[in-house]
C-alpha cells in the first residue's frame, strides 16, 4: 500500500486512516493503483464538518462500510488522509473504481472555498496526479463525471482549477520557510538564553549583542522583550564587535549540476546545503548518492521545484533565498 506522509506544499496533512468510523461487519473492495484514471472533487454541501463527521454519516445513516472520500481539506486547508488510494470507496458511483474521492467542507452553492482550501487542494491533486500518473484533463469535478450532470457537486470553477493544477501558480511555502524572524521574543517561564538562542537557530553572544542591555545572561525576567535583529543603534557596530565570528559566505555555482558530477561547482553546493542543515556529508566535490538526496529533500520542500536530484538554475534561486535568509550569502 502507498504510504503518504507529507505533501509539498500542504501545510497540515493528517493520516486518520484508522480512527475514522467503520461499519462493523462491511468491508470496501480494494483495486491496484494502475486502476485509478480519474481525480473527482466534491464539496460537503454543509457549512462546516469534519472527516470524523462525514464517516459517521457515511456509515451509520448511509450503511457504508467507511467513509466516501479518499481525502478531505478543511476550511483551514489542512489535509485529511481518510481512505487508502487502494479502497474502492462510494462517492461517484460507476466510477468508484478508478477514481480517487477529494472532499471539502463547504456549500459551494452559496459560498467559495477558502484560499487555504484551494491552494491545498492544487497541491494535492499535483502530488497525486505525479503519483499515479493522472493526466489533468481526467481532474474532474463530480458533476462532469458520467451520469451526474444534474448534481450540484461540488460547484467549482473546474476549468480554472484546472489551469492552476498546470500551470505554475506557486503555492505558499511551509510556514517555516516564509515567516520572517519576528522582531522581538518574550521571554516565558523556564527559558534560559541557550534555550532561546538554540530554538531561534543563532547564539548566546549574537543575542547579546543585539541586547547590550542584558548584563547578565543568567537573569531573565518573564515578560522581557530580547531583540531578535539589530537594533538602528547598534547595527552600525556590529561589524565591528571582536566577539561575534564574521558568518562564512557561501558561494551558489552556476549551471546544471547532477549525480557522477565532480568538481569545485559540486563542491560550493555541498557546503550551501550542508550550511542550511540539507546534510550531504562532506564537502568532497563528487555530487553522489547523498548530494542526490539532499537536493531533492530541498526541491520536496518547495512545489515549483520538480523534485529530480538535480541542481539548476531554480533550485539555486531557491538555495539562495535560504542562504540570504540566514545572512549566509
Ligand atoms: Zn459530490
Not at 479502497?87 to 466510477?95: A, C, D, L, P
Not at 524572524?181 to 537557530?201: C, E, F, M, S
Not at 542550511?276 to 556529508?281: L, M, S, Y
Not at 562532506?282 to 512545489?303: E, H, L, W
Request: charged letters at 20%; proline letters at 5%.
Amino acid at each position: 500500500m502507498v504510504a503518504i506522509k507529507d505533501i509539498p506544499g500542504v501545510q497540515v496533512f493528517r493520516d486518520i486512516r484508522n480512527s475514522l468510523k467503520k461499519h462493523p461487519t462491511k468491508k470496501y473492495k480494494t483495486r491496484s493503483l494502475g486502476v485509478i484514471t480519474h481525480i473527482v472533487v466534491h464539496h460537503s454541501l454543509t457549512k462546516t464538518g469534519s472527516a470524523k463527521a462525514y464517516a459517521e454519516y457515511h456509515v451509520d445513516t448511509n450503511g457504508w462500510p467507511g467513509i466516501g472520500y479518499h481525502f478531505h481539506i478543511a476550511k483551514d486547508g489542512s489535509v485529511d488522509w481518510t481512505n487508502s488510494l487502494e479502497t474502492i470507496s462510494y462517492h461517484v458511483g460507476n466510477s468508484n473504481k478508478t477514481s480517487i474521492g477529494i472532499v471539502l467542507t463547504g456549500d459551494f452553492r452559496v459560498e467559495k472555498p477558502t484560499e487555504a482550501q484551494m491552494n491545498s487542494l492544487i497541491a494535492l491533486i499535483r502530488y497525486l496526479k505525479k503519483l499515479l500518473s493522472i493526466p489533468t484533463t481526467n481532474v474532474k469535478g463530480h458533476s462532469e463525471m458520467p451520469g451526474y450532470s444534474w448534481k450540484q457537486c461540488p460547484c467549482i470553477d473546474m476549468n480554472d482549477l484546472r489551469k492552476k493544477v498546470d500551470s505554475s501558480f506557486a503555492l505558499p511555502q511551509k510556514p517555516q520557510n516564509n515567516t520572517p524572524t519576528p522582531d522581538y521574543y518574550v521571554v516565558q517561564r523556564g527559558d534560559t538564553l541557550w534555550n532561546i538562542a538554540k530554538h531561534l537557530n543563532t547564539t548566546v553572544q549574537q543575542i547579546l549583542q543585539w541586547n547590550p542591555e542584558i548584563k547578565d545572561p543568567n537573569k531573565l525576567q518573564i515578560g522581557q522583550r530580547i531583540r531578535l535583529k539589530p537594533s538602528a543603534s547598534n547595527n552600525a557596530s556590529s561589524g565591528t564587535n571582536a566577539s561575534t565570528p564574521a558568518k562564512t559566505k557561501y558561494v551558489l555555482p552556476d549551471g546544471i549540476l547532477k549525480l557522477g558530477d565532480k568538481g569545485e561547482k559540486v563542491k560550493q553546493l555541498q557546503k550551501a546545503l550542508n550550511a542550511i542543515n540539507f546534510k550531504c556529508g562532506k564537502a568532497d566535490g563528487i555530487y553522489g548518492p547523498k548530494t542526490q538526496d539532499a537536493v531533492r529533500r530541498f526541491q520536496s520542500m518547495y512545489a515549483a521545484l520538480k523534485d529530480d536530484g538535480i541542481y539548476g538554475p531554480q533550485t539555486k534561486q531557491f538555495l539562495y533565498q535560504e542562504l540570504k535568509k540566514r545572512g549566509l550569502i
